[in-house]
Structures are given as structure tokens and as C-alpha cells.
């Protein structure tokens, strides 16, 4: 395994692969329907890497320290075909694979997803009411729908499954204690995320930030936690078990306490760039050196000389964004 490192000496450890910019939600914080309605143009089939040129760069960034692939999207569910996508990733790279879905899908794949060889899953869930939960995802549709695809998750063992909230103050921050009783009595990890400025369409306001010591204090009041220590490096969610020992909740504090100095993340976008931060305006093209016959190992070297000059914290210097040259891509292009 290659012992890459960038400027800040932050390892090459997690990929993170986009297979579509479509989404069936438009979540208030990532599409919103303003900006990705009837008129919004996605990227065309053609334009989509396909599931070789997926899996041959997925081979590439494992040998150069990758440690565990998370397919995102848009919605992934939304890619036709993607157990056989799982499948030559895990056949391929033999290494983890994760997926994160808005769930709404997952009821009718879950089983299939975990024969292809998908090892776990993480679930977007902001609420637990319809009410709730159709304002900010803007969908026509109850919660009920996500909530089967959860406990079709757990029964195909796609363990551990986490769940994703996003909280925005006013919006579902008093709706914490709920979702943490909701996991807790399903052996489910509730990943907490302050509400972030990903894209330039999602109308981000510093006083919506729900922070981190705010939303363990309201969770420690009703189940008391205790710190615990990071499963691996470069993990972002800040770990706390429950004194009681039913499980762990998890707080990703972008905003509050940024983590980029052990970020080990690296991004493809549906249509083949590599981005090196989430907060990134511009990736570099790997689709046209796919599709123009390039080797191996000029593909490894195209990608090691990028990572080696990664220099990114976004999140360090988000007080100083008026003075950035462009805006973030969107979440829904880039993947969570």
C-alpha cells in the first residue's frame, strides 16, 4: 500500500464515488427545488462514468492507500444496476464498501445490495414526522417510506447503520432526543451534522448552525454520554457512547470544530473529476484520460500528483469565504 501524503501530510485513506447527479429529494440544504426543478439539466448517460471505468480507478486509488469506498450520489439507488457495481468494487479492491442513500429506495434493494457484497449503509433521515420530514426533503411522500428501507437495512444485516441528520435551527433541533430514542432502541448509530455551506444554493446562515456542544448537551440531558475515542483516522464524526451501553452517537461539527487537518478523503464526481474537499470548486478530469487510452500507471500518477498537492481546509478559513475565488460545487454533484 502506498504511503501517499499531501502538503499537510494527511493520507490518501477513503474514496468516496458519485454515480449520479439525480436525486428523488430536494432536501432544503443540498437541491433545493428552486435552483433543481422541471428545468434543471442533469448529466447525460454519456457523460457518466461506467461501472469499469468506475472499478478500474476504484483499483487505482487502492493501491495507493484507500481503505474503504462509500458510494454516494445524488441518490445511488437511483444508478441502475448498482449491486454489480458493489460487486466488482468488492471483487476487485477487496476492501469496505458503503453506500449513503436518502433511504427511500432501500426497502426494494437492500437484500440485493448485501448478497453484491455491500458491507454497510448510512441513512439521511432529518426527521422522524411527516410533516417534518416532507418540508425539508420536499417530497410528496411520509417518512414511513425511509423507515422501511432502515429496517430492511438491519434484516439484511447492511450493519453497522447509521443514520444522517442535518439540523437547522428552528427547523428539527427540537426534534433530537426523538431521533436519538429512534436509534438507540434499534442498536442504530445517529450521526448528528451541523447544517453546512456545501454550494452556493442551499441559502446557508451562521445562525441556523445548530452547534455541536448544544446538541450533545440537549441529547446528554435525557441519555448521558461519555466521550470515546476514534475508530480510525481521519474519522469525522467525534464519537460518544451511551453511559448506558445501548450504543454510540456521533457529531460532525464542520462548522463548530473543523476537522481538516485529519481529512483522508478523496472525491469522484458522477462524470469522472476528482475533488480533494468537499468544499472544492473545481476537480481534475479523470473521464477524458480514461476514455483516451491512458495506462495504469499514468492514471496513478495523474491522481498522486494531486493529492501531493492538496493543501485544502475549507473549513479552517470558512470565516474568510468572501475572499475564495469560487463557489463550492453542489453536495448533489460532488456526493456527501
Not at 72 to 100: C, D, S, Y
Not at 118 to 130: K, M, N, P
Not at 164 to 183: F, H, P, T
Not at 249 to 255: D, E, H, K, R, T
Amino acid at each position: 500500500m502506498s504511503d501517499l501524503k499531501d502538503k499537510r501530510w494527511r493520507p490518501l485513506r477513503d474514496l468516496r464515488i458519485s454515480v449520479t447527479d439525480r436525486c428523488n429529494h430536494r432536501c432544503r440544504y443540498c437541491m433545493p427545488r428552486e435552483h433543481f426543478g422541471p428545468g434543471h439539466t442533469y448529466l447525460d448517460r454519456s457523460d457518466l462514468l461506467d461501472f469499469e471505468e468506475l472499478t478500474r480507478l476504484a483499483s487505482i486509488f487502492t493501491e495507493l492507500g484507500v481503505r474503504k469506498i462509500r458510494l454516494t450520489g445524488g441518490e445511488p439507488l437511483l444508478r441502475r444496476g448498482l449491486p454489480l457495481l458493489v460487486e466488482q468494487l468488492k471483487v476487485t479492491t477487496g476492501i469496505q464498501i458503503a453506500m449513503t442513500t436518502n433511504g427511500s429506495l432501500l426497502a426494494a434493494h437492500a437484500e440485493s445490495l448485501k448478497a453484491a457484497g455491500l458491507d454497510r449503509v448510512t441513512v439521511s433521515l432529518d426527521s422522524l414526522h411527516d410533516a417534518s420530514f416532507q418540508a425539508i426533503n420536499d417530497v410528496d411522500f411520509g417518512v414511513d417510506r425511509v423507515l422501511q428501507g432502515i429496517d430492511a437495512a438491519l434484516r439484511a444485516d447492511l450493519r453497522p447503520v447509521k443514520i444522517n441528520a442535518v439540523i437547522k435551527r428552528g427547523v428539527n433541533d427540537s426534534q433530537l432526543v426523538e431521533l436519538a430514542s429512534y436509534a438507540r432502541e434499534r442498536g442504530i448509530t445517529l450521526r448528528l451534522i451541523e447544517f453546512m455551506d456545501v454550494g452556493g444554493t442551499n441559502r446557508w446562515n451562521r445562525q441556523e448552525v445548530v452547534g455541536a456542544s448544544e446538541m450533545l448537551a440537549t441529547i446528554g440531558a435525557a441519555f448521558p454520554l461519555r466521550e470515546a475515542p476514534p475508530q480510525a483516522v481521519g474519522e469525522v464524526a467525534r464519537r460518544y457512547a451511551y453511559l448506558d451501553g445501548s450504543g454510540e452517537l456521533g457529531i460532525i461539527a464542520s462548522v463548530s470544530a473543523p476537522f481538516c487537518g485529519s481529512c483522508s478523503r478523496a472525491r469522484i464526481s458522477a462524470d469522472g473529476k476528482l475533488f480533494t474537499c468537499l468544499f472544492a470548486s473545481s476537480g481534475l478530469d479523470l473521464r477524458r484520460p480514461l476514455r483516451e487510452g491512458a495506462s495504469n500507471s499514468d492514471l496513478r500518477a495523474l491522481i498522486s500528483a494531486t493529492w501531493s498537492r492538496r493543501d485544502d481546509r475549507y473549513s479552517e478559513l470558512r470565516r474568510r469565504r468572501k475572499t475564495l475565488a469560487a463557489e463550492p460545487v453542489e453536495m448533489s454533484y460532488i456526493g456527501g
